[in-house]
């Protein structure tokens, strides 16, 4: 905010300079702050605008991709429940859609219903569209989750779909423990839900865990003092400081980055486990 009041002036400031340096005659320095302030004029509109349209952009691909994953998750479950149309209605009354957005909304929801309907791409798209706005990833994971227990029970092809937004939008276990404890605070889970969602959590949990011995390359009976000795081996290995001065291509030490934040997470969820 400081800084957009700062550019705001920057025409006049400039203005002002120019006409002391040309001739410092008064007339002049006044001439040229005028021109400076029609600058200062056009960039604070441009940019009043420039926001307000981020602001709709993110909105928009907010409101299309939550209900088109609704859609698709409605579907999976064989058929779309009645509980499932009452879930989606207030959700859009959460949302405070106006009529035309309801329509949309109606649309996008019957949209993701197709057999075809690309999830992965579209969870990228919302990923990298709302990256820097984690209140808005977390609502669209909180209405997704609501909706997948809609009827008190986690149907199998559901549950599958739930792990895939998470991975696609880079939920860590503790985030999404964080998601679900929310939930739970707002009791959206029955007693037989509850029990569903700690076996989900459980599995999940598991799972991780396994994937992060294989990256490391250790097993689940290893101490600490082997896990970290392979962990600084691995890193030494893949670092991409090591290959900068090796002509390796931008797209390998990108590579190799990835590869590097994936045996750090790996470590750090086995540390944590061990404790």
Request: one cysteine or more; a positive charge; proline letters at 1%.
């Amino acid at each position: 905010m400081r800084l957009r009041i700062i550019m705001s002036y920057w025409g006049r400031l400039i203005g002002f300079i120019i006409g002391l340096l040309i001739s410092g005659n008064f007339f002049h320095v006044l001439f040229y702050t005028s021109i400076g302030y029609l600058f200062d004029k056009f960039f604070i509109i441009h940019a009043e605008w420039y926001n307000s349209n981020y602001t709709i952009d993110h909105k928009k691909i907010f409101i299309q991709i939550t209900f088109e994953v609704m859609g698709y998750i409605s579907k999976s479950k064989g058929f779309v429940t009645k509980k499932d149309i009452i879930i989606t209605t207030n959700i859009m009354q959460q949302l405070h859609l106006n009529v035309q957005d309801t329509i949309l909304a109606q649309h996008y929801f019957n949209h993701g219903k197709q057999i075809d309907y690309p999830l992965i791409h579209k969870l990228n798209c919302l990923y990298y569209k709302l990256i820097n706005q984690q209140n808005l990833l977390h609502k669209f994971i909180f209405i997704q989750i609501q909706l997948a227990y809609a009827n008190n029970y986690l149907d199998p092809k559901t549950e599958q779909i739930l792990r895939i937004i998470f991975r696609e939008l880079h939920v860590s276990y503790h985030e999404m423990n964080n998601i679900f404890d929310n939930m739970y605070s707002r009791n959206f889970f029955s007693q037989k839900n509850d029990y569903q969602y700690k076996h989900f959590s459980q599995k999940n949990t598991t799972t991780e865990l396994m994937q992060a011995y294989q990256t490391l390359q250790v097993n689940q009976n290893d101490s600490m003092l082997i896990i970290k000795k392979k962990y600084y081996k691995l890193m030494s290995k893949y670092h991409p400081d090591k290959y900068m001065s090796k002509k390796y291509s931008s797209k390998e030490i990108e590579a190799m980055k990835r590869k590097t934040q994936k045996i750090q997470h790996a470590y750090n969820i086995i540390k944590k486990y061990k404790k």
